[in-house]
């Protein structure tokens, strides 16, 4: 395994800024997640580190080593793309065998690796088929053993389970994360689902215009958003965001523009605010709460426009004021259209936002 520094790395396409002055340092054995909607620049990133296109400015180091402008083979890197990708004429073993027997590695040394390869991904029974003859997850098996065999100092994968289904990409996922803890290997994964970033990672970077918005450990980036990017774009549904101005008398309170009080005693804020400045709240939709016995000042009205069953627990979406709300609760719980109900939440559990910068307060 190897660490990865990317510094001041800059990509353009013609006049077009992909990523600028962009740095991220990952450690050895470290699995991190490029998380962000398309046209963020994350794919444009894990390309930049495996030498798949030229970089404007900055440097990419492996292991210690200056790989800027290293060919892709020499970088000591094994990647799995979006598309399988495998030969189809040749059998699984063939496609697992291929860069290793043009790069001269010893027959038995191929054998010895592809042998421990299939163990690890239970893939040993398909060895002697050709593509055709395999499911789409284990196409995305054989095409990550590919990566495998090369034994490299660190992997990417760029959306690897896209093409999957639900319930292949949940089987993969997981054994992917069971993968990485055998291996200890460094591995940087690209994706767009926040489902895979958050079980993956040790730490993820959640990327908006070619630039990282927050690096943190997952339980951060959910629990303590940067800013109100970070926090609409992680979580689903997503977080839930009430606009109003902040009152600071005797205890905080933001005021929204219908009048409705919102109690924020006990919100850790970063610095003093003043009345009057314009905020907005965000709350998951499991921070909300039914409680009868909660103080009167602490509960706000939310009235019931759908009742959404998930199956191990229901959604009910609501308006509290003018704001659109959506609340997680258990299964059994039963509510009906246009129902009126008393909710609160734990104001230090809670976001609050600069309503014109975006940034956590």
């Not at 994968?157 to 999957?164: C, G, Q, T």
């Not at 951060?220 to 774009?233: D, L, S, T």
């Amino acid at each position: 395994m190897a660490s990865v520094s990317i510094r001041k790395l800059g990509v353009s396409f013609g006049s077009l800024s992909v990523l600028r002055d962009l740095d991220l340092e990952v450690a050895e054995g470290e699995f991190i997640v490029l998380l962000g909607p398309s046209g963020c620049g994350k794919s444009t990133l894990l390309n930049a580190v495996a030498g798949l296109l030229d970089i404007d400015a900055g440097q990419v180091w492996i292991g210690g080593k200056n790989v800027t402008w290293e060919e892709p083979k020499d970088r000591g890197i094994g990647m799995v793309f979006q598309s399988y990708a495998l030969y189809p004429r040749m059998t699984a073993e063939g496609n697992l065998t291929f860069g290793l027997r043009v790069a001269g590695v010893a027959k038995d040394e191929i054998a010895r690796r592809v042998v421990r390869t299939a163990e690890l991904l239970q893939i040993g029974p398909l060895l002697k088929r050709r593509p055709a003859e395999l499911s789409g997850g284990q196409r995305q098996r054989v095409a990550i053993g590919r990566a495998l065999v090369r034994e490299a100092g660190v992997f990417l994968f760029d959306e690897p389970l896209s093409n999957l289904d639900a319930k292949l990409r949940t089987e993969l996922r997981v054994e992917l994360k069971k993968l990485h803890m055998t291996l200890g290997s460094t591995m940087i994964y690209v994706t767009h689902d926040q489902i895979e970033a958050l079980t993956l990672a040790d730490r993820v970077a959640v990327m908006h215009q070619g630039v990282i918005q927050q690096l943190a450990a997952p339980k951060e980036i959910y629990q303590r958003p940067v800013n109100r990017f970070v926090a609409g774009f992680v979580g689903s549904p997503a977080m839930n965001f009430i606009s109003g101005e902040l009152v600071v008398d005797s205890a905080p309170a933001l005021r929204t523009q219908d009048g409705t009080t919102i109690p924020l005693s006990g919100y850790p804020f970063a610095e003093q605010s003043a009345s009057g400045r314009q905020v907005v709240l965000g709350v998951r939709p499991e921070q909300i709460h039914f409680d009868a016995h909660a103080q009167a000042a602490a509960a706000l009205p939310l009235k019931l426009t759908l009742v959404e069953p998930m199956g191990a627990d229901s959604l009910l979406w609501g308006t509290i004021g003018e704001e659109q709300v959506s609340v997680r609760v258990g299964p059994d719980e039963t509510h009906e259209h246009g129902e009126k109900i008393k909710v609160h939440f734990q104001p230090a559990a809670a976001s609050i936002f600069d309503a014109k910068t975006g940034e956590r307060l």
